[in-house]
DNA sequence: CTGTTAGCGCGTTCAA
DNA sequence: TTGAACGCGCTAACAG
């Protein structure tokens, strides 16, 4: 039960001082209040050799504030992203010394109001909302009045509050330069496309990746060979789309909106025993576990996940002190941040002659 | 902000009754020490008029309790696994009034002090601890004084805490019977044996699923066709291997030691045109997500890592509420709690003539 | 330079 | 039946 903790009261006396003096000694204000160094070494002494940790509870309750931040996801199926953006945001808020409290809501509204309860109770510092969707929706209206990052969520209009996001347009980029440096210039666009309207999905990585492709295609003066609006991104899809695809072309450059379309691209590419990359170069996005494991590894523009969630904590607490410092001054205007999606360099393309 | 939560003193000034008074009204005990039936509902009106929420650090400072878990993984890659134990602790927590803290350190144990330091600081009831690894490992020590429980991690030795593990043997007796049951008498083995040392991996798991498939076949008379022992259980080695057992004899049954061997086989497989199902059947352990994906979806048990979690939150709090209600007795001796790896049927099994 | 005092918000005696 | 007073452990005024 460990309920046998040192308190300051007992260093104090162990020490030979007044609480305060201890307080101020042990929170680093000593030289600056000028305690005599007789004193501080002493209560230093005995406050290591008592294993003395201050109750972060007790000093939770007197300032005000706990070192605390709140993560709520909606995460519903996709779990490996979420536990990513966990990990990246629990890594950035240890690094300046704050704990969080993580809390997931399966999408259910309720569920999400009762959490924030939970936490605003326990008197978090802050709150960061992330989601697995990306596309918008309404905010609870309590965040106004508290320090709030949002995470992959873009919102209708103007937030409040800073967003972090993927740089899914700038990818989208990256993905067509990737295969036009590399000499193609008839590339097929497996998941949207070939039009910039070409697309049948809520999320907005969709649009932007494939805005990102069409607007470099565009300045090379290309179009894509063609294009497949799929619904469902996954394996089966892929197979099937590329497997339409060879019935009319026999491609040399592929990009998959994502990994799992990729994955079927694979397999109704074996089954043609076309080579990869000797017959034909694939590009995809999202950097999913199976990108490494496919043979010859899948180049991809990975969702930086962890990055995210580091960003939006560092972010988060940025406003926690702000308006500690300054509790008057308005917070800085919400922005969205864009982090880049990187590229994982691995067998599936080859140079051709243009 | 949210400075403005209204405390239990106003709520009692504005129903015009005493603190006290209103602290029994709301913890209901107003009954029991028969407080005026009009006090009782004057006080409950203004308080969700009010909009009234006790405050959690108050009292967690006044109790000596916080309702807080925390939760400490050292998952280092597979991190889909840990993301569902962590999202299963979290939903069992919250079903008994519980917050969770997260922690992750990557398997540095210095990290680990620190993240308990931090958590005790904040003074969590109890703590879980959980790994990816499952082999045996030293115990920090304030955790003899603090309720814990032990997830995915085998000790060496007694422990005296509660452990929940995986049904790893029980699986591989299911795995095992599956194929029996569908009428196949010749098995092989892709990842361990086929005799029952034959394993080369720290992973617990390998011996037990080799041992309870051992157990089943022996039950019927029979062993493993073949086995192969693989240290790294990814997809090429699956593919090495089943290329390899390709060259001597054509499988009708294959056990995967796991999911990701089992990627491995298909693509071995397909290249040579043996079908899944009708001319091999196949099953394997953990229900990656893969094991979705493949073609056909691939038979396997999964590993429960969500119910694991959750089950490990219900025995600490279990354990928590133990002391707090009766702190002088002694806690319930710690057992080992084996959570089944129940089979997610899919498309790899078919039955045979025997 | 150091000690005394007063709460932070709440639960709990103990009197009234 | 209710209210006043105390303390959980700590920090921040204010004296001394």
Redesign the interface.
């Known amino acids: ?5 040192v308190t300051l009261a007992q260093v104090a006396a162990e020490a030979g001082v007044a609480v305060s003096t201890a307080s101020l000694v042990l929170s680093g204000r000593g030289p600056s209040v000028r305690i005599s160094a007789a004193s501080q070494q002493r209560v230093f002494e005995t406050a290591t050799r008592m294993g003395y ?6 000093v ?2 007197r300032k ?1 504030h ?1 070192s ?1 931040l709140g993560f709520i996801s909606d ?1 519903v199926a996709s ?2 992203l ?3 953006m ?2 990246g945001a ?2 950035g808020a ?1 690094d300046r010394g704050f ?6 809501t399966s999408g259910n509204t309720t569920l999400e109001r009762q ?1 924030l ?7 978090v510092d802050g709150v960061i909302l992330a989601s697995m969707l990306t596309h918008g929706r309404e905010l609870p209206a ?1 965040l106004d ?3 709030t990052v949002l995470l992959n969520i873009a919102v209708n209009g103007d937030a409040a509050m800073p967003i972090v996001l993927p740089a899914e347009f700038q990818a989208g980029r990256d993905a067509a330069a990737t295969l036009i440096d590399a000499g193609h210039r008839e590339i097929h666009l497996i998941g949207a496309g070939p039009g910039p309207d070409d697309v049948r999905t809520i999320s907005s990585a969709a649009n932007e990746r494939l805005a990102g492709i069409l607007s470099v295609m565009s300045e090379k003066g290309l179009t894509p060979a063609s294009g497949r609006v799929i619904t469902q991104w ?3 899809e892929g ?1 099937r789309a590329v497997a339409a695809l060879l019935k009319e072309v026999t491609p040399r450059a592929l990009i998959c909106f994502n990994d ?1 379309l990729a ?1 079927g691209a694979y ?1 109704a590419l ?2 043609h025993r076309i080579k990869i990359p000797d017959d034909v170069s694939i590009v995809s996005f999202d950097d ?3 990108a490494a ?1 496919l ?1 010859p590894g899948l180049t991809t523009f990975a969702l930086p996940h962890r990055t995210m969630g580091k960003r939006a904590a560092e972010l988060l607490i940025n406003l926690v002190e702000h ?1 500690r410092n300054m ?1 008057d001054t308005a917070p800085p205007p919400g922005e969205v941040h864009l982090v880049p999606m990187p590229v994982r360099t691995r067998g599936s393309v080859r140079r051709v002659a243009p």
Not at 1 to 5: C, E, L, V
Not at 53 to 58: D, E, G, K, L, M
């Open positions: 039960m460990a309920r046998k903790r940790r201050p109750n972060a509870v007790s939770g309750l005000g706990t605390t995460s779990s490996r979420a536990g990513e966990i990990k629990i890594e240890r704990m969080v409290f993580v809390g997931e959490l309860d939970a936490m605003f109770d326990r008197r309590e009045r508290t320090p996954l394996p089966p197979y799992r994955m397999q074996q089954e999913a576990s199976i494991w043979h308006d509790p």
